[in-house]
């Protein structure tokens, strides 16, 4: 990115109902989390919530419509 702020960010989540920690992902384009079926993403680790980036920017690269 050209200094831009990246689009999207990794967020931790309060821990669930057992402690556990969880992740989601925030699109800061849009001001909202990042969801699928109405519902929003939550990873149980980083690393997943990483990985969701790195496809949300494949198809940002593409032009794929993906909201």
Same mark, same amino acid.
């Given at each position: 990115?050209?200094?831009?702020? &990246? ?6 989540? &309060? &821990? ?19 969801? @699928? ?13 990483? @990985? ?11 032009? @794929?419509?993906?909201?």
């Amino acid at each position: 990115m050209d200094g831009a702020a &990246p689009r999207y960010e990794v967020v931790r989540l &309060p &821990p669930d109902d057992r402690g556990r920690e969880t992740w989601a992902v925030a699109d800061r384009l849009t001001g909202r989390w990042v969801q @699928a079926g109405g519902e929003v993403d939550v990873y149980a680790a980083e690393f997943g919530a990483r @990985a969701c980036i790195r496809r949300l920017r494949y198809l940002d690269e593409l032009g @794929a419509h993906h909201d």
